[in-house]
């Protein structure tokens, strides 16, 4: 999205925000798979970083001086094709081929023939090793760009993680921003039941990390953490975005079964479209 036709206010990422989930609604219920838990979640934080906050060009997806953005919960690929395509780096067109046989939108997010996605994912954790690897070297190089990762708050107990995480606080790069989803639900229980984070920012503190908490769907508090890196000199940025797993759908809010449920086609997904166009 060029800075030309970003939107320039916080109703308008808000109503990005609704295109998104709308889009990825419609895409999960028609290829009846998951994750629409965790797209809903992450809507109001993609749509803030590709309306307002990120250097791209999509006429120019392979510019060099971009900022790289690394969807690490790569299982909510259906909003980041849906925040691409919004951006212009694809037609609106190809998001009917999400998940489909012959179809290059897979399930879980590619790059392989997708402009603007810079990395796969799949498996969680790999995602910040390889920001942080990125931001070593724009570092290094002279780049002005920054490495921006998306996280789950599920993904945050693999080892991988905080090796980046320790590895990124040596070398100080304030270049890198870690953006966590940190919606409470993981894929079959609640985090707390499963590997309770908290106390969470003190952990990346401890690390040498810059830490701010953040309402993740309040697209105006987002913008001004996001516009005013790095949160400390010398440090990198760790923006813990406290969001609703399911946000828009009053009966998906807070629910464990929309990580893998699809909403089915018909009723379900109508009634689900129209409380998030309401919303």
């Not at 590895?167 to 870690?178: E, I, S």
């Not at 797993?245 to 449920?261: D, I, T």
Request: hydrophobic content about 40%; charged content about 25%; overall charge negative.
């Amino acid at each position: 999205m060029s800075a030309a036709t970003r939107p320039a206010t916080d109703d308008e990422l808000r109503t990005l925000a609704r295109k998104l989930r709308a889009h990825s609604l419609r895409m999960i219920s028609q290829a009846k798979t998951s994750h629409i838990g965790s797209c809903l979640s992450l809507a109001d934080i993609l749509a803030v970083l590709y309306g307002s906050v990120l250097n791209i060009d999509p006429k120019k997806p392979d510019w060099p001086d971009r900022d790289r953005l690394i969807v690490s919960k790569g299982h909510a690929a259906a909003v980041t094709y849906a925040a691409v395509a919004e951006a212009g780096f694809m037609p609106l067109e190809r998001l009917g081929e999400y998940a489909r046989n012959g179809g290059q939108l897979y399930g879980h997010v590619t790059h392989a023939g997708v402009p603007g996605v810079e990395m796969s994912n799949g498996s969680l954790g790999h995602g910040l090793p390889v920001g942080t690897g990125m931001a070593l070297t724009a570092k290094r190089d002279g780049g002005k760009w920054r490495v921006f990762v998306l996280m789950s708050d599920g993904e945050c107990g693999e080892g991988s993680n905080w090796e980046a995480i320790l590895f990124a606080g040596h070398h100080r790069l304030d270049n890198l921003v870690v953006v966590i989803d940190y919606n409470k639900i993981q894929s079959l229980d609640f985090v707390e039941k499963t590997i309770r984070l908290e106390p969470f920012a003190d952990k990346f503190r401890a690390f040498g990390w810059g830490v701010r908490e953040v309402d993740g769907h309040d697209v105006g508090a987002l913008r001004s953490t996001l516009e005013s890196l790095p949160i400390e000199a010398g440090k990198p940025n760790a923006v813990i975005a406290h969001t609703i797993k399911g946000k828009g759908v009053s009966w998906m809010e807070g629910k464990v079964l929309w990580h893998y449920r699809p909403p089915a086609e018909g009723d379900e997904l109508e009634k689900a479209l129209a409380e998030v166009e309401a919303s």
